[in-house]
């Protein structure tokens, strides 16, 4: 972990920035951008990615859990 | 009113495409729901910071309503039009479009029995489902500072004896509420597809002088169903539609390409601007005058009214289990297995955005399809959220509550829900955890399962630091 990202101000208390958290994530940047989401999302009449996205990152693609990689 | 060209529908995502084509669009056309945060005080707040990024952007602006429809007998929301109104004028677009769909049941049995559906549904097309939408167009129209043109949608049902086809249904409500028409080609040779009637059969029975705007996107076929995906390229069918239909709309004053950030990072920009020069092409200077519609006389309807409808189709599609008569006959079709299908995975979607690391703990944990089912679990007790925030809100509770056996799920979730906590307000929050944090978060952010984290009693301060790259300016409804 970088030491720019996180500022101990004591043993156990930390200080975390949202963009220092963002930058903890290392899904690739324009697939998070289409991730995340706080918003009201565009809810047209197809099929919404984000979650095998997500997956995909996450697994690796075998969909099973302990075989990531 | 002016033409404004050709361009693309903007959503987060696109940049890098809008970047590399900008000498290509004449306009783009921003979903104001998109730049919306559901704060947690209960109030509406339009992200100024990302719209003010906007205008660094080429070409006009349009304003394309994703979340608060105007084909059902719930009238749209109030304070959610008024925010579009403002956004209308900050932007100065020369129209404002939503759909002719609905999102939410009323409670007509009381005891807040409404419920929202989390995707647009078709509404009753039917005399009294064209008064309901007309009753609706108007209370938006009559907000808005600007016109209003509403668009058809896709609709994944069969055909009904006991329904207006749509063109007539869209005619009637056009005509009804004197508003202007969104003509998506790929909704209506998605419909075309599906089964649902001719594009040809359609375009006969529109008011295509009343057509202001154009819609094209890519789709695939799934389950069967063609699917208004936005997930690519429009396909060569639809650009020849495009080719005979464009030079038939006279009051055609925009052309846009539609698609989901998710599909972006396989979208070359050179296929884009190949595109937005080949619609350019296909679009005339002048169009022809248009025809006038076929006008068959309204059908005498009996069955089910549009509250009926709206009550059984949102029911099923949620998940629920038919009841009624009018249920059990929808049940029958397939197409609500689909909706069904695509409803859940648009809320899992919403919970991989939000809860980032609790959803990236549970895959590793319980693997893909544990996860999904633990998400349709949920989906069965608990309807849909307008806001991605919302549904997380309520999944964390429903974790709380079931306690699947997931170890640092507890330290995860609690990490999570603070995170979206200072993106909604930038107000700082605290969250004690007996897990290192730092661990947690770099390596679920990596995509592993921490193993043996340091445990302890941590209390980690939470900041919103995007004030120094330009924080959100949020303003309340």
Do not use: I, K, Q
């Given at each position: 972990m970088s030491s720019t990202t996180l500022v101990a101000a004591a043993p156990v208390e930390t200080t975390l920035s949202l963009s220092a958290a963002a930058g903890?994530?290392?899904?690739?940047a324009p697939v998070r951008a289409a991730v995340n989401q706080d918003n009201c999302p565009s809810c047209h009449s197809g099929f919404d990615w984000s979650f095998g996205r997500s997956a995909e990152f996450t697994l690796g693609g075998s969909g099973l859990a302990g075989l990531a990689g | 009113m002016a033409r404004l060209g050709v361009g693309l529908t903007y959503v987060r995502g696109l940049e890098r495409l809008l970047e590399e084509c900008g000498d290509r669009l004449d306009v783009i056309e921003v979903e104001p729901q998109t730049f919306w945060r559901s704060r947690p005080d209960g109030t509406v707040a339009t992200d100024h910071e990302a719209l003010r990024r906007l205008a660094d952007l080429p070409g006009a602006r349009l304003l394309h309503g994703?979340?608060?429809?105007?084909?059902?007998s719930v009238l749209p929301d109030a304070e959610h039009t008024a925010l579009v109104g403002e956004l209308a004028e900050q932007l100065a677009v020369p129209w404002v479009s939503e759909h002719l769909a609905f999102n939410r049941v009323g409670d007509a049995g009381g005891g807040g029995t409404g419920f929202r559906t989390g995707f647009m549904l078709p509404p009753r097309q039917t005399p009294a489902g064209v008064r309901r939408s007309v009753r609706s167009v108007r209370a938006m129209a009559e907000a808005l500072p600007v016109p209003l043109a509403v668009e058809l949608g896709t609709n994944y049902l069969r055909p009904r004896a006991d329904e207006l086809s749509d063109g007539a249904f869209a005619a009637r409500v056009a005509e009804g509420a004197d508003c202007g028409l969104l003509l998506d080609l790929h909704n209506v040779l998605a419909n075309e597809r599906n089964g649902r009637g001719s594009v040809d059969a359609l375009l006969a029975e529109l008011p295509l002088d009343r057509v202001l705007e154009v819609h094209l996107a890519g789709g695939f076929e799934h389950r069967g169903y063609w699917l208004d995906?936005?997930?690519g390229l429009p396909d060569e069918d639809l650009i020849r539609l495009a080719g005979r239909v464009l030079p038939r709309?006279?009051?055609?004053r925009a052309v846009l390409f539609e698609v989901t950030a998710s599909a972006a990072p396989g979208l070359e920009a050179g296929a884009v601007r190949e595109l937005t020069d080949r619609l350019r092409e296909l679009w005339p200077a002048a169009a022809v005058a248009a025809p006038a519609p076929l006008r068959r006389p309204d059908p005498a309807v009996p069955g089910a009214g549009p509250e009926e409808w709206e009550a059984a189709l949102g029911g099923l599609a949620v998940g629920r289990e038919p009841r009624t008569v009018l249920e059990r006959e929808l049940a029958a079709d397939p197409a609500v297995g689909l909706l069904r299908e695509l409803i859940l995975e648009f809320r899992a979607g919403a919970l991989a955005g939000t809860l980032v690391h609790t959803v990236r703990l549970l895959l590793l944990t319980l693997g893909e399809a544990g996860v999904r089912e633990l998400i349709a679990e949920y989906a069965r007790r608990r309807t849909p959220e307008l806001f991605a925030t919302e549904e997380a809100f309520a999944f964390a509770e429903h974790l709380r509550r079931c306690r699947p056996a997931v170890p640092l799920l507890p330290d995860v979730l609690e990490l999570d829900l603070g995170l979206m906590l200072v993106r909604l307000d930038g107000e700082p929050r605290t969250v004690t955890v007996g897990t290192d944090p730092t661990v947690l978060l770099t390596e679920l952010g990596a995509g592993r399962l921490p193993v043996d984290p340091p445990r302890g009693s941590y209390r980690l301060r939470l900041v919103d630091d995007r004030a120094e790259a330009g924080r959100p300016a949020l303003s309340s409804s």
């Open positions: 903890l994530d290392r899904m690739a | 994703v979340g608060n429809p105007v084909g059902g995906a936005h997930s709309l006279p009051a055609l």
